[in-house]
C-alpha cells in the first residue's frame, strides 16, 4: 500500500505519498499527531473529503484557524501599541484613525513599515498587514485588545 521512497533522504513526489511519510516519521515521537495525519490521509483518500476539511484547516461560518491566528497576532500587535502609548485606548484609537488618513496608501502596502515612524505607528502598521483590518470604532478596539491568546 505504502511505496516507500525511490531514494532514501528524497522526498516523493506525490504530496499523498509526502504526507504518510510524514505521518510514518512521527510515529515515534508523537504518537496522536501521527494518527491525525494518517487518519486524514485516509479520508482523503478513501473518501474524497478535501484535505482541508480533513486537518481541520476549513472553517465553519467564514472562519478559518488560520483567521483566528492572523486576529491574534494583529490584537497582540495593538496591545503592544497600546502599552507604547501609554494603556490610552483613546490614544490608540485617534492614532489609528490618523494612520488611514494621513499614511498614503503606497506606504500603508509595504511589507514593512516605515523605520523612521514612531514605535506605536510601526506596530499598528504591522497589525493591518494581517489582512484583516482593524477595528472602527473605540468600543471595537476595546473587545478587540480583550481577545488575545
Not at 501609554?86 to 488611514?100: G, I, K, M, P, S
Not at 488618513?101 to 514593512?112: D, F, I, K, N, Q
Amino acid at each position: 500500500m505504502n511505496k516507500p521512497c525511490a531514494k532514501p533522504g528524497v522526498l516523493p513526489d506525490n504530496p499523498i505519498r509526502r504526507m504518510r511519510l510524514a505521518a510514518r516519521l512521527l510515529r515515534g515521537q508523537h504518537r496522536e499527531l501521527a494518527q491525525w495525519l494518517e487518519s486524514a490521509v485516509q479520508q482523503h483518500v478513501y473518501q474524497g473529503t478535501d484535505m482541508d476539511h480533513t486537518l481541520g484547516f476549513a472553517g465553519t461560518l467564514g472562519r478559518s484557524p488560520r483567521f483566528d491566528v492572523l486576529r491574534a497576532r494583529r490584537n497582540r500587535l495593538l496591545t503592544r501599541a497600546l502599552v507604547v502609548l501609554h494603556n490610552d485606548v483613546q490614544a490608540l484609537h485617534r492614532e489609528l484613525r490618523r494612520y488611514e488618513e494621513r499614511v498614503p496608501a503606497a506606504l500603508r502596502e509595504r511589507a514593512e513599515p516605515d523605520p523612521s515612524w514612531p514605535l506605536a505607528r510601526q506596530l499598528i502598521h504591522r497589525a493591518y498587514q494581517q489582512g484583516l483590518g482593524v477595528p472602527g470604532t473605540l468600543f471595537g478596539l476595546r473587545k478587540a485588545l480583550r481577545h488575545i491568546r
